[in-house]
């Protein structure tokens, strides 16, 4: 393999640059040949690895539950832990880059990542699990805007669109593959195996990247870190997300506990406001929200993207808890989402230019919409194909929707702050899909609790349809208790198939809510930047990667 992997080039690693300098790839000259071919393959493997980690959990949840002996929807904590670490960890990238240079720090990152996968794979309860998830979380941060920052200095400026096509490619096949792989190895193998598959592909990346990118080093420099911003930060986020989460088990502010974790989030997240506005250095840059445009691109792209990822995990439950699906099944149903996203996505962005960015953006709404509502109609009888329909459209768009918005949240940002606009809107995509799990749990759980309390008004022992349907039941042999117990479980299928429409149809209505918002911002162009400290670059068909992140 290192034969295969020449030198980047002869040039000696630069030393560490003085304070007022910026880490930069200017003085160093494109790859070429096989060099540039396996940097490539090495970046863009460790970002399909990065992807693949966030969808490929969401249909083995409920046999991750069960393993562990917690219920189904404690088990989306998995997913939550994943997305708040990986906000928080975000916001550090472009520090972290200028401290300890962007290929260690990429490296290092790959390394970890691998390490706390092996680690998730071990896990022997569901509390450890989540930790692990959140190491893995945390230690992703970085990977996907260095991979994106390091293939552009891969290639020459007048490649740079094909780098990001290339790269944009693998981050959308990854969310097709990760449910149908996350299937298969839930119902062949230990889903353990979700997790181990990284350690091998995150090896090979972590090798490649550093045999070609080790003499392509960032100058390094010490900056101040804004340690109680980053404090206040990981307190006031993680005790939401907490709150959220355990809220419905813990019968929310009746419990001391929730109490106590809402105060600490609010208390928290009021003094970080204030803390980020006026520290020199802030690890999360608020006062961009000035900006009109980054304001209200950023606030729609969180509203969105919770309510895309909240019922990206609803499906796969419902359908494995309710409809008899197995993961393989479920993963199946929502692999076709990434169909459209991939043929059109590059399409997009290529135009999104020479179109105003506000109608795409009310276009994806507007499909989104009508997405929700057709599977606001399912009923237990729906068949695979029926159900499988809205979520080839929803591919159509997730293609219209990340790259505009990003558009739109990016546009007119100078160079110097589009390192901060991008790791602020990132946090705040993730933050909000995190957050989106969450709720949209808890509504379905007390969804399907209103409706089963309304079916069973009807479904009593004195009522006819009970009494047919016990005689029924009893002449195959069933007894009373049993019979009651499988009406029960019947029940049961109605009222969250029921709720599962109400967040259908109540997602849809705030997706066309949105549409009047997006046209509070003004229409900008943008040039592409470069990615000052290893920020992102300007949005590219790769944002459509955020589909499964």
Known sequence: MSAALPAADSTPAPVAAPAAAAPSFAQHQPLQGSARLWGTIALSAATFMNVLDSSIANVSLPAIAGDLGV???????????????????VPLTGWLSQRFGQVRLFTASVLLFVIASWLCGLAPNMSTLIAMRALQGFVAGPMMPLAQTLLL???????????????????????????????????????????????????????????????????????????MGLTLLVLAVAALQIMLDRGKELDWF????????????????????????????????????????????SICLAIAYSLFIGNLVLLPLWLQQFMGYTSTQAGMLLAPVGLFAILLSPIVGKNVQKTDPRMLATFAFVMFAIVLIMRAHFNTQADFFTIMIPTIVQGVAVAFFFIPLSSITLGGI????????????????????????????????????????????????????????????????????????????????????????????GSAVIFMLLI??????????????????????????????????
């Open 71 to 89: 219920s189904p929807n404690q088990g989306t904590w998995v997913v939550t832990s994943f997305g708040v670490a990986n906000a928080i960890a």
């Open 153 to 227: 200095s891969s290639y020459p400026p007048a490649m740079a669109g094909l780098a990001m096509a290339l790269w944009a490619m693998t981050t959308l096949v990854a969310p097709v593959m990760g449910p149908l792989l996350g299937g298969w190895i839930t119902d062949n193998m230990h889903w353990g195996w979700i997790f181990y598959i990284n350690i091998p592909v995150g090896f090979l990346a972590a090798f490649i990247t550093w045999t070609i990118y080790k003499k392509r080093e960032t100058p390094t420099h010490k900056l101040p870190i804004d340690t």
């Open 254 to 297: 009746h419990s001391g506990e929730i109490i106590t974790l809402g105060l600490v989030a609010l208390i928290g997240g009021a003094f970080f406001i204030a803390w980020e506005l006026t520290d020199k250095h802030p690890v999360v840059d608020l006062r961009l929200l000035k900006l009109r445009n980054f304001r209200v691109g």
């Open 414 to 505: 100078a160079p110097a702050q589009m390192a901060s606009a991008s790791g602020l809107s990132n946090f705040m995509r993730i933050v909000g899909g995190a957050f989106g799990t969450s709720i949209t749990i808890t509504l379905w759980q007390d969804r399907a609790a209103v409706h089963h309390a309304q079916i069973i008004e009807s479904v009593n022992l004195g009522s006819q349809a009970t009494t047919s349907a016990l005689g029924g039941l009893s002449s195959l042999g069933l007894n009373n208790a049993q019979s009651l117990a499988t009406i029960n479980r019947l029940v049961d299928q109605q009222a969250f198939m029921l709720a599962a429409n109400d967040i259908f149809m």
């Open 516 to 549: 009047p918002s997006i046209w509070f911002a003004k229409r900008v162009r943008m040039a592409p930047p470069a990615a000052p400290g290893g920020g992102p670059q300007a949005p590219s068909a790769a944002d459509a990667a955020a589909g499964a992140h």
